[in-house]
């Protein structure tokens, strides 16, 4: 169990938010009259152009932005949003995600090479260590969606392996 769950996690690491399929989703079905048709508040969150021109997210940094900050008051507060009920804490943690990660309308490619997960333009042993570190749960590494090697949709060993054998060439 232990071990299928690493793996979700790593899987999900390879991943980042896309708007239109993950977000819009959920102001869609948890923000309708209010904000598509209408825009409460001044805020409409019928399309990814309106949510950033409404200045309610801070690119980069979700908790000094105003719609997680409404996300996660409590129901007995009269600002917490949506009204009536909640978001799930997945849905609230996947916005998170997608603020953290710049807020962009389409979800990013890997700026830098196959293997080289410390993103110094090199693949070399430096690189083997950082996801040794990672595979052994000993650390974290600055670019995750360079990991998967081998692209079996996994981080682990067989990657290590891979990247050493094509270091040795
Ligand atoms: C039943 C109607 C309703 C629903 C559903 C609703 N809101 Fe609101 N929202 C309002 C109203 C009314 C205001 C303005 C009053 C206030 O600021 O609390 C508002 C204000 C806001 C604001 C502050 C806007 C500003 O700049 O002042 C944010 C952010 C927000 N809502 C986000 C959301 C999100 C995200 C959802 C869905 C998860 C949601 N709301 C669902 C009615 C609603
Ligand atoms: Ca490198
Ligand atoms: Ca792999």
């Not at 389409?106 to 040794?132: F, T």
Request: net charge negative.
């Amino acid at each position: 169990m232990v071990k299928i769950y690493s793996y979700i996690v790593l899987f999900s690491l390879l991943f980042s938010v896309d708007y239109e399929s993950e977000i819009q989703p959920i102001f869609n079905n948890h923000c309708g009259n209010c904000h598509l048709g209408n825009s409460a508040g001044g805020l409409n969150l019928s399309n990814y152009d309106n949510v950033i021109l409404s200045g309610s997210i801070v690119a980069g940094d979700h908790a000094a932005s105003e719609l997680y900050q409404r996300l996660i008051l409590p129901e007995s507060s009269n600002q917490d949003m949506p009204p009536a009920g909640a978001l799930t804490q997945v849905q609230i943690d996947l916005i998170a995600d997608w603020i953290d990660e710049g807020a962009l309308s389409e979800e990013v490619s890997c700026s830098v090479d196959l293997g080289d997960v410390n993103g110094d333009g090199l693949l070399n042993v430096l690189d083997v260590v950082s996801l040794a570190q990672l595979v052994l749960g000993n650390g974290s590494i600055a670019f995750e969606c360079a990991a998967d090697y081998n692209d079996d949709d996994l981080i682990n060993v067989l990657d290590i392996v891979s990247i050493v054998n094509a270091i040795l060439g």
